[in-house]
């Protein structure tokens, strides 16, 4: 009679104990990210002046930083070259010396090949 006595005490604390863990019957949080922020923006493209603090975790085998370093390096180059190109006026980016007389001539029109609507 006193084994069973024991037993139940002893299921009945096993059972609190697993109640005390599961949250008192709320519904469990949204487990939290364990990774660090990489720097990737959302939402929009990334930037040149961006890639440089752009941040990697190391995992177990890991990686070898001299190459993501010179991975990096090459976007950044790259993004900078393209920022550059379309911060430029498009007439610049033609080979002209100077900008066309006729500024309709650079429309979406005279791109297409069709010729340039008169204005009024």
């Known amino acids: ?66 190459d993501v370093d010179r991975a990096l390096d090459a976007v950044a180059a790259t993004l900078a070259r393209f920022e550059a190109e379309r911060a430029r006026p498009a007439w610049l980016n033609s080979g002209a010396d100077q900008p066309p007389a006729d500024p309709a001539s650079t429309g979406p029109s005279s791109a297409l090949g069709g010729t340039p609507e008169p204005t009024a």
Do not use: K
């Open 1 to 66: 009679m006193v084994l069973a006595l024991e037993v139940l005490v002893a299921v009945a604390l096993i059972a609190a104990t697993a109640v005390l863990a599961a949250g008192r019957g709320e519904a469990m949080s949204q487990p939290e990210p364990d990774r660090p922020d990489t720097g990737l923006p959302e939402g929009r493209p990334l930037r040149s002046d961006e890639v440089g603090r752009l941040r990697f975790p190391i995992a177990v085998r890991g990686y070898r930083m001299e």
